[in-house]
């Protein structure tokens, strides 16, 4: 299925990056325009026994939205977001950002945020996160000033001559979050941030997370394994079949855009979480092989 | 006290009393004065030697070919470390012969050396750079393979090219065993070096202990043991400082 065929459900209007917002404004789409487009998309890894690991997967990402995918362990999301970055190739099929063809590199105006520990420990948390900007040749007063606004922003302002060692694991993630955040990325992708963080964290974590896309006006996809984490945070939620993933179906919210963790109290977060569990429990079987998993 | 300085009182204090007792063994008459002489009498003969400057030509000579071989060994394993790295197939094919390399007595192609290169320093410092190159190389691959790979994929994030990458990621990241191998470099090229001029060298320290001991002058053979002992002690003293100071920002808290 398509998910982009579905109406969106809920608030649905982005506001244009503000004077502190990331998103750059030059090549930005329109709010609901087409932000990347996946056609057909499929990735088989050769070898001996080629493993078809995803597709094929068509998917519309607005401009501006917050989009999650799930699906179980092994189903392709991690490599959905490695074609989408330009990471690696597809084997089949089409992958346009912002009207551009995605070709094996990383398109201008992405940035991703890894599951994995990627601070630079070499570094202190300031220039962990002037890093991008630096390479860039951005002005040093310019990079001065939106790195004082970013450790500001996420929370990190007294540790800025620290070094990732001397942090937690949530604080080098917010590092991380706010390396991508400085170089004002359009498309931030997200594979699992919050994966080795415990469940107060990462309802914290998605806090500070929402806050920064209403920020930036950026468009988000987030892949995680975590239902709750995907209710509470996305306007859309792609769901994954297991290996090789293919969406088979796709939850509209319908949450404001002005939200937080409180969400998770309210009876509708409720009936989101179960629609895509219900959709979820026989691709999860399925992919470990479970007794209970049906054709 | 904290427990690491404990650790340090007593290895101090270890060797303080290894060295006391034999200052006592010695001043005893338990060991010959002709076969060790007391540690007390090699400080004094040392300090003698340094004041009156018998001992520069020698020390420039040996520190001018330490200083060479290591940077020989740094500027051509680092390079040549990166470069196999990223050949699989010659990584294959050399890294036995790395791992084997320290099993072949180099120092018998010293003849060889010097029938091509000459009775001069020359020999010195290629035996030194062949003693610590390989180090250097073996340094720079293990670093090299144990950069986290999502380090990688955040430089192709930021669109750096591979010597962008290689400068700001992949050699930062790699520092612990590229530091490693810049400490095992300086003390194969001691080594090798001292070693050298043990065997055939006309100047230098290890021939000044060579020649102090074919003519049984202890007191100066035993003077720049110590020295060359103090030198390389304290070289590698250094260097652990330096690294541990470097470290303690990638420790975890």
Known sequence: MRPEARPRVGPGTREAPGPRGTAGARDAPGPRESHAVLSAVTRVYPGARPVAALGPVDLDLRAGEFFAVVG????????LLDLLAG???????????????VDGA????????????????????????????????????????????ALGFMGLADFAAAYPAQL?????????IARTLVTRPRLILLDEPFGALDQQTRLLMGDELLRLWRETGATVLL???????????????????SRPGRFIDLVETGWPRERDSRLVAEAGFGTVTARLWARLRDESLKAIGGPGATA | MSRSAAVAAARLALLAGAVLALELLCRAGVIQPLTLIPPSAMAAALAGLLWSGELNADLIHTGGAVAASLALAVGLGLPLGVAVHGLPRLRRALDPLLAAYYAVPTFVFYPLLVAILGLNQAPLIVLGTAFGLPAMMMATLNGLDRVPPVLLRTARVHRLGRLDTLASI????????????????LAYAVIGIIAGEF???????GHAISFAYD?????????????????????????HLWETRLMRRRARA
């Open chain 1, 72 to 79: 179980p362990s092994g189903c392709g999301k991690s490599t």
């Open chain 1, 87 to 101: 990471l690696s190739r597809p084997t089949a099929g089409t992958i346009l950002f912002e009207g551009r063809p």
């Open chain 1, 106 to 149: 990383v398109p201008e105006g992405l940035g991703i945020v890894f599951q994995e520990d990627a601070s630079f420990p070499w570094l202190t948390v300031r220039d962990n996160i002037a890093f991008g900007l630096r390479r860039a040749g951005t002005d040093p007063a310019e990079t001065a000033r939106r790195v004082d606004y």
């Open chain 1, 168 to 176: 937690s694991g949530g604080m080098r993630q917010r590092v991380c």
């Open chain 1, 223 to 241: 892949i995680t394994h975590a239902l709750d984490e995907a209710a509470m945070l996305s306007d859309r939620v792609g769901v994954m079949s």
């Open chain 2, 170 to 185: 992949v050699l930062p990241s790699a520092a612990p065993f590229l530091f490693t191998g810049c400490k095992l470099a």
């Open chain 2, 199 to 205: 065997i055939l060298a006309d100047a230098g320290l």
């Open chain 2, 215 to 239: 003519g049984f002058e202890n007191r100066t053979m035993y003077a720049v043991m110590l020295l060359v002992l103090g030198l390389a002690t304290g070289l590698n003293l250094l260097l």
